[in-house]
């Protein structure tokens, strides 16, 4: 399944089923992304980064895709697990700091 | 070992009092940071330390007053509370400070204001 956009939509998928979670970044100085995970109750966990000079980077289980030309940045997870089920929140730096996205919750249906 | 370390988890008050919320960091890192997590999920950076400096200030009341004792440490005091302030309230840090790096964040604090 997939989800678009900055609000906080919720994406259902089966256990077992690829997930692919879509953010839209907001400022083309950025050069450097990150995703993080947060569980209930939990701070934000990195998951995985990437620099602008890069289109794709790949993790165990997950994957980071990112089009410069549209300033989209997504998040593959592969074969997503109970455990998988969060908040994800994509981040980008125009500034000092990171800058975050509104996330996306995911639900994993066993 | 707890990396980043906040306390306390739950924080209630009444409006008007003067809280503060702790955080300590056993990484090394040089830089620390607190974000307020609204009710919507949004995360938005307050301020920002540099071995004990100030880096990043936003537009934060200034009933807000972050404390770095050492770079270890950034504390956060809150004069007069108001309903609004209620959220919850991360610390984090990173190696350097420099745009390109990760956060490591802490548990949490979550304030409610009555």
């Known amino acids: 399944g997939e989800s678009v956009g900055l609000h906080l939509p919720t994406l259902s998928v089966q256990e077992g089923d690829n997930s692919i979670i879509n953010c839209a970044y907001s400022n083309s100085a950025s050069d450097y992304f990150i995703w993080y995970k947060q569980e209930s109750g939990k701070g934000p966990q990195f998951i995985i980064d990437i620099r602008s000079n890069m289109d794709k980077r790949q993790g165990q289980r997950v994957t980071v895709l990112l089009n410069k030309t549209v300033k989209h940045l997504s998040l593959q997870i592969a074969a997503t697990q109970p455990g998988d089920s969060a908040v994800y929140f994509c981040?980008?730096?125009?500034?000092?700091?990171?800058?975050f996205g509104s996330g996306t919750r995911l639900q994993v249906q066993p | 070992d707890t990396a980043v370390s906040q306390t306390p988890k739950y924080l209630v008050t009444q409006m008007g009092n003067d809280k503060s919320i702790k955080c300590e960091q056993n990484l090394g890192h040089d830089t620390m940071y607190w974000y307020k997590q609204d009710s919507k999920k949004f995360l938005k950076i307050m301020f920002s330390?540099?071995?004990?400096?100030?880096?990043i200030n936003e537009t934060v009341p200034n009933r807000f007053s972050p404390k770095s004792p050492d770079k270890a440490h950034l504390n956060l005091h809150i004069n007069s509370l108001e309903l609004g302030d209620s959220a919850v309230y991360f610390c984090a840090s990173s190696q350097e400070g420099a745009a390109n790096e990760k956060l490591f964040f802490g548990s949490g604090t979550q304030l409610s204001v009555l």
């Open positions: 981040a980008e730096n125009p500034r000092r700091a990171l800058t």
């Open positions: 330390y540099n071995n004990k400096e100030l880096i």
